[in-house]
T-cell receptor
Framework: EAGVAQSPRYKIIEKRQSVAFWCNPI?????LYWYQQILGQGPKLLIQ????????DSQLPKDRFSAERLKGVDSTLKIQPAKLEDSAVYLC???????????FGPGTRLLVL | AQSVTQLDSQVPVFEEAPVELRCNYS??????LFWYVQYPNQGLQLLLK??????LVKGINGFEAEFNKSQTSFHLRKPSVHISDTAEYFC????????????FGKGTKLTVNP
């Protein structure tokens, strides 16, 4: 069974630029999560999708971050414009149901200069 | 709301020694508890989870954890570590019912030295 795929693995941008990350969850998983992991901290949930609907985006900085999962499969997380404090690893995870185990992708490491 | 405290940010040990990584949580409702491991430049992998039943939970790679409700703890243990256990370990909590959101601790970096 293929795991959660993410791309790119690494990204370096200047502040005020925009960036997008892509996630392909495990086949058949209806629930998809985006986490932000700042160096030295645990992952923090940014947004949770159930199929193509948003379940929880309470910690998503909506003035600069957006995410979509249009067909209920792949998802894209965008930052526009980026700030220095957005430097982090962005992890995507999926589960068959919200109550089931979350499986994580390898993450995208973002550096904002 | 839930919170997780991992009491040690770094734990160095020698190979074949026992190790305990400590985790305490705070919650006003009943919770499920998890331990994840993160190897360098990789995503998180589930080690073990406590949902209900026996308070001693066995996971992969020889790890186990014990849920202690009175002390609100879920410490991770391994009787004999290997070099390959060097990684970051995260404790996480999720409320039973309501939000399915996982709340993570800050992590404990385990370094196993020869």
């Amino acid at each position: 069974e293929a795991g959660v795929a993410q791309s790119p693995r690494y990204k370096i941008i200047e502040k005020r630029q925009s960036v997008a990350f892509w996630c392909n969850p495990i086949s058949g998983h209806a629930t998809l999560y985006w986490y932000q992991q700042i160096l030295g901290q645990g992952p923090k949930l940014l947004i949770q999708f159930q199929n193509n609907g948003v379940v929880d985006d309470s910690q998503l900085p909506k003035d600069r971050f957006s995410a979509e999962r249009l067909k209920g499969v792949d998802s894209t997380l965008k930052i526009q414009p980026a700030k220095l404090e957005d430097s982090a690893v962005y992890l995507c995870a999926s589960s068959s149901l919200p109550s089931e185990t979350q499986y994580f992708g390898p993450g995208t490491r973002l550096l904002v200069l | 709301a839930q919170s997780v405290t991992q009491l040690d940010s770094q734990v160095p040990v020698f190979e074949e020694a026992p190790v305990e990584l400590r985790c305490n949580y705070s919650s006003s409702v009943s919770v499920y508890l998890f331990w994840y491991v993160q190897y360098p430049n990789q995503g998180l992998q589930l080690l073990l989870k406590y949902l209900s039943g026996s308070t001693l939970v066995k996971g992969i790679n020889g790890f186990e954890a014990e849920f202690n409700k009175s002390q609100t703890s879920f410490h991770l243990r391994k009787p004999s570590v290997h070099i390959s256990d060097t990684a970051e370990y995260f404790c996480a909590v999720r409320s039973q019912g309501g939000s399915e959101k996982l709340v993570f601790g800050k992590g404990t970096k385990l370094t196993v030295n020869p």
